[in-house]
Structures are given as structure tokens and as C-alpha cells.
Nanobody, 123 residues
Framework: QVQLEESGGGLVQAGGSLRLSCKAS????????VGWFRQAPGQEREFVAA????????RYADSVKGRFTVSRDNANYMVYLQMNSLNSSDTAVYYC????????????????WGQGTQVTVSS
């Protein structure tokens, strides 16, 4: 099982961009689907984006389609989430997690939750 650590969050103005990073440990990283999730204050954690093992297949929540892009670099055990055109509704703690396929990962990721990285969008 891989361990994941998120970074790259911060404070950004509405309309701005951020790139989040998810660093994995463990040589089996390329065997996993990786997804991004977020949790806003007082709300449940929700799916944001996922990427397949080879980095070709992707899936996005409707709320971020066209604004967010997920990518991965298996050689360096990294997954990224490029976030553009940010707005206040994107304010949340962002997490990455793993799964065996994209559909099940969206609702039941199988890895452990890390500390996440805070993204705050000011209007």
C-alpha cells in the first residue's frame, strides 16, 4: 500500500490558479488509480478528479470540469491537480487517495487519508 502526502495549497484570489501535488511512497504506485477529494467546512468530503494508472484516463466532478486538470508522473511518484479559474466554492482541504478503479474510487477510495492541503480562495 502506498502512502500519500499532499502539498501546494495556499491563499489565492478568485480567478487565480494553484497546482497541488500528491507525493507517493512505495514502488507499487503505478498500480493504483489516484483521486483528488476535497472537504469544505461543515460539508462532507467530495470527489474532485481521478486519473488512471497510465495517466490517460481521467474523470472529473461536474463542478470542476474545464477548470481543473489531473496528471501524474509515475517515474517520480507524483500526481498533480492544476486548478484554474478558482472561485470561493473551491475553498476546502484537498486530499489524494487511491483505488483499484475510477468508478469505485469516486465513492470508496481504499487508501488512508492524509493531512490534506488547505486551499482558500478569496473573493
Amino acid at each position: 500500500q502506498v502512502q500519500l502526502e499532499e502539498s501546494g495549497g495556499g491563499l489565492v484570489q478568485a480567478g487565480g490558479s494553484l497546482r497541488l501535488s500528491c507525493k507517493a511512497s512505495g514502488r507499487t504506485f503505478s498500480n493504483y488509480i489516484v483521486g483528488w477529494f476535497r472537504q469544505a467546512p461543515g460539508q462532507e468530503r467530495e470527489f474532485v478528479a481521478a486519473i488512471g494508472r497510465g495517466g490517460v484516463a481521467t474523470r472529473y466532478a461536474d463542478s470542476v470540469k474545464g477548470r481543473f486538470t489531473v496528471s501524474r508522473d509515475n517515474a517520480n511518484y507524483m500526481v498533480y491537480l492544476q486548478m484554474n479559474s478558482l472561485n470561493s466554492s473551491d475553498t476546502a482541504v484537498y486530499y489524494c487517495n487511491t483505488g483499484s478503479d475510477i468508478k469505485s474510487l469516486m465513492t470508496h477510495p481504499t487508501g488512508s487519508w492524509g493531512q490534506g492541503t488547505q486551499v482558500t480562495v478569496s473573493s
